[in-house]
């Protein structure tokens, strides 16, 4: 019994860390309320800043794209309890964008600034938009799941986990992915776009696009031709199809 509780104590403090963490991403990206935002702290000569901001956002890509891959789950769950696994990578990607947020360098020079108030509202609201599109598109597929609280629970009360089945509520029906498409929406919308966050954003877009082709290879594995069926009928990022190809 003292392993299911401890294995539910790590699942939810790996949650809430999981919750800071992105309640400071919000802060990080948007330059407000946080102590260290994108574009403040120490800065330094342009070379090392880039270096550094590469490194940071190469650890996180590495770590949450390779963590993710079924292949690496089987292997790692030799050495973390199966229940934890989900908790544990998701405790893990929080660190990683913790250290990123404390180690970032920002960059000087503006490469726009939008001064005109109107259009300043219509970017925060394009931003607040992405943020709330990523928090609901993870609870329409399980969002207890998706950051290992309904596994750490099941094992609490000892009962057996069964995988999500597929399904395509709300926004998934229109698009592939929602969640991603939130992301960028919340990387880009911007009144001030400073060379930091630039880099930021090019470098978090092109990691989404190479994400998707990942995951879906995976879903596909998992769920065979009803995801593909579902590939060659919804666009992937945007909500339109060009000819036969899906937009996106």
């Not at 925060?124 to 938009?129: E, F, K």
């Not at 029906?173 to 090019?202: C, D, E, K, N, Q």
Request: proline fraction near 5%; hydrophobic fraction near 50%; charged fraction near 15%.
């Amino acid at each position: 019994m003292f392993r299911r509780v401890a294995t539910f104590v790590y699942g939810v403090l790996s949650y809430l860390t999981f919750f800071g963490t992105f309640l400071y991403a919000i802060g990080f990206i948007g330059n407000f309320i946080v102590p260290k935002s994108i574009d403040s702290g120490r800065t330094g000569p342009l070379g090392e800043a880039l270096l550094i901001d590469a490194a940071l956002l190469a650890l996180f890509a590495v770590q949450h794209s390779v963590m993710a891959r079924p292949w690496f789950k089987r292997g790692w769950t030799r050495l973390v309890p199966k229940p934890a696994e989900r908790s544990t990578y998701v405790l893990l990607s929080s660190l990683a964008l913790l250290l990123l947020f404390w180690q970032w360098r920002p960059i000087g020079g503006a490469v726009w600034n939008i001064e005109q108030p109107g259009l300043r509202m219509v970017l925060y609201g394009l931003c607040g938009t992405g943020w709330l599109l990523v928090l609901s598109s993870t609870f329409l597929i399980n969002h207890f799941d998706l950051f290992g609280l309904r596994q750490v629970f099941l094992f609490l009360i000892g009962r057996e986990y069964t995988e999500i089945k597929f399904r395509t509520p709300m926004f998934y029906r229109h698009i592939r992915h929602p969640l991603y498409l939130g992301w960028l929406l919340a990387f880009w919308s911007t009144p001030t776009m400073t060379v930091a966050h630039l880099v930021f954003a090019i470098a978090t877009t092109a990691y989404i696009f190479v994400a998707i082709q990942l995951e879906e290879r995976d879903l596909v594995n998992a769920y065979g031709d009803e995801y593909k069926r579902y590939q060659q009928s919804v666009p992937m990022i945007v909500p339109v199809r060009v000819g036969k190809e899906i937009a996106g």
